[in-house]
């Protein structure tokens, strides 16, 4: 839950008591559609992937698509049995823009709340503990059972080794996805908001379309493109690209907004050109968010499956197909083994992400008095 | 902010007028800034702005320097026309220096970077020394921002807009939250450093007492309508 900073302040001023009252929550708080909006994301990734939901043998509308593909050859037919997806992931996102918008409006480090520390009642306390167990169980849950799985570190790591080729493959792939995804998340935030500062809906609306797209008509889509344009061993980087970059839009314009406008607004008066104050200011204060923009994606591009199966080229496989294939075959200790694996690597660029994200709230403040 | 439009060719300008503002209106949502403002200063002059809080300085400021579109109106800079309704000449083609209400120093750029920030050519080096000796600014030369007190801010900040000669000087309440000594010097900093360039100041404040150090007419900004003294 975000706070308004600015205004919390005051508000607790005027409530003149030391004690939380539910008439200062109601006050001061963002409107719920900022943690409503949180939902977007998930539900749109739902509804565009059918890895996990395969193995459970749970036939959703990307899997058909994937099927209708394998069994016909056929993109035409594959594109009109996308359709509802595609409009269902097109309606959330568009019912969703104003909202993804307020959450992009992050405070930034020294915009702190003032004053004593809040008092929050008992029940948000508590709320926040299960939430935080709840994370907790997540991470640790899956975890313990992958450990177990694999028996020993020993096996953990013949398992890596035996996927050496796999894990370097991905590796290239998520680094150069990564990469390409920082770079059309900052060209994406700098058109939508090239006028007025604030992101226009419109363009944003249009820069989290491919969100909407299943995985696997990524994947189709994208094999034709390979036809004319042999991208080689690079061709999976290619669909992370297209399916990830409104990712690194959203978090490339939160850092954006989250820099002290008046900052860009100096470089903008006081350089001799427009590019050294985009060069040497803007770039810099967005900084941060460009690296959490890459790291994400690389993530998330480590796991990406649906639409990297149809592209990768022969004789080359990522780490989740490698996985995919495992689970098929009924080999359990080396599928858990590689999870592992595939898990540490994509938590280590999450956490990097949040603290490339973090480290960006205290570049985007502009310097106070030191003494 | 789309194509330069053609313009008439009207004399709008008085002689000598370095800045002409012509019925400049500007609205934020139903709220009106600055309303049908019309203002010439001449080069080398000063000219102070005082009114309350919401008055509409900022925005003035703003208009001049390029920062906001008007609504209505036209800003003139010398003999070219500079802002209208849908087209804004960049603001880093207008040869403004600007000191805004906050010092806005970059948090990544040392005092000296902040200097040279604005100066392009040979001899940038011998004129970044030159200010940061006009400002006292040589022995925080290396220092960040952070690192420096709120004085030494406001003097890194009025260093930098001073530092590529601007031929107009912006500032918009640059003396704010100081104590009284502090003021007194940043003022008579001010007033030596505008000479010493010849530019043109338009200063704005909501502190009477200020425009009595720096000379120069004073104009009075209420409900974003101006009344020249």
Redo the contacts between chains.
């Keep these: 839950m975000h706070l308004q900073t600015r205004i919390q302040p005051a508000a607790r001023d005027r409530e003149a008591c030391p004690r939380f009252s539910h008439t200062l929550l109601d006050g001061t708080r963002r409107p719920p559609e900022r943690s409503w909006s949180q939902l977007h994301s998930p539900v749109v990734l739902s509804l565009t992937e059918h890895s996990v939901a395969s193995f459970y043998s749970v036939n959703t509308s990307a899997m058909e698509v994937f099927a209708e593909y394998s069994a016909s050859s056929s993109e035409t037919a594959a594109l009109f049995l996308a359709l509802p997806t595609l409009a269902a992931s097109a309606l959330a996102i568009l019912a969703a823009q104003g909202l993804v918008l307020g959450a992009t409006e992050t405070p930034s480090h020294g915009e702190g709340i003032g004053g004593g520390p809040f008092a929050w009642p008992g029940w948000v306390s508590v709320g926040a503990s299960m939430a935080a167990a709840v994370a907790i169980m997540q991470v640790a849950v899956p975890l313990a059972v992958l450990c177990r799985t694999v028996g020993s570190p020993a096996a953990v790591w013949s398992t890596v080794i035996a996927a050496t080729a796999e894990i370097r493959f991905t590796t290239a792939t998520a680094l150069a996805a990564g990469v390409a995804c920082a770079v059309l998340g900052l060209l994406g935030a700098e058109c939508a908001t090239r006028?007025e500062g604030d992101p226009s809906r419109g363009r944003l609306c249009l820069l989290m379309l491919p969100l909407a797209l299943p995985a696997p008509l990524v994947g189709i889509g994208l094999i034709g493109v390979g036809r004319w344009l042999p991208l080689g061993d690079w061709m999976p980087a290619l669909p992370a690209t297209v399916r990830f970059a409104p990712v690194a839009t959203l978090t490339v314009l939160a850092q954006m907004r989250r820099v002290?406008r008046?900052?860009l607004?100096?470089?903008?008066?006081?350089?001799?050109?427009?590019l050294?104050?985009w060069v040497?200011?803007k770039l810099?204060?967005v900084g941060p968010g460009l690296l959490a923009a890459a790291l994400a994606c690389m993530a998330l591009t480590t796991a990406e499956l649906g639409a990297t199966l149809l592209v990768a080229p022969p004789g080359k496989a990522t780490l989740a197909m490698r996985t995919y294939n495992y689970l098929h075959y009924g080999a359990t200790d080396q599928v858990a083994g590689l999870c592992l694996a595939a898990a540490c690597a994509a938590g280590a660029a999450g956490v990097a992400a949040a603290w490339a994200f973090v480290r960006g709230g205290?570049?985007a403040?502009?310097?106070?008095?030191?003494? | 902010?789309g194509l330069r439009p053609r313009w008439s060719g009207r004399r709008l300008r008085e002689a000598g007028a370095l800045i002409s503002l012509r019925c400049v209106s500007k609205r934020y949502g139903g709220v009106s800034a600055v309303e049908q403002v019309s203002l010439d200063v001449k080069a080398s002059s000063t000219l102070c702005i005082v009114g309350p809080s919401g008055s509409g300085k900022t925005t003035l400021l703003r208009l001049i320097?390029?920062?906001e579109e008007p609504d209505a109106g036209e800003v003139w800079l010398d003999d070219q026309p500079a802002s209208t309704e849908g087209w804004v000449l960049?603001?880093?083609k207008?040869s403004?220096?600007?000191v805004?209400q906050?010092?806005?120093?970059?948090?990544?750029?040392t005092v000296a970077e902040h200097v040279r920030?604005?100066?392009?050519g040979p001899g940038s080096g011998s004129r970044v020394r030159e200010v940061l000796r006009q400002t006292a600014l040589e022995p925080l030369a290396h220092r960040?921002?952070?690192?420096?007190?709120?004085g030494?801010?406001r003097r890194a900040a009025l260093a930098?807009?001073l530092a590529?000669k601007p031929r107009r000087l912006l500032m918009d309440e640059p003396l704010t939250n100081l104590d009284p000594a502090l003021k007194a010097e940043l003022l008579e900093l001010i007033v030596a450093t505008r000479a010493e360039i010849d530019a043109t100041l338009v200063y704005v404040t909501h502190d009477a007492l200020e425009p009595e150090t720096l000379g120069g007419r004073v104009a009075s900004l209420r409900g974003g309508r101006l009344e020249v003294g």
């Design positions: 006028r002290d008046r900052l607004e100096a470089a903008t008066v006081t350089a001799p050109s427009r050294r104050a040497r200011v810099v204060l205290r570049a403040a502009s310097g106070r008095p030191g003494h | 902010m320097a390029g920062l960049a603001p880093h207008r403004i220096g600007y805004f906050e010092p806005a120093l970059w948090p990544h750029l920030f604005g100066l392009r960040y921002p952070g690192q420096l007190s709120g030494e801010q930098r807009a590529p």
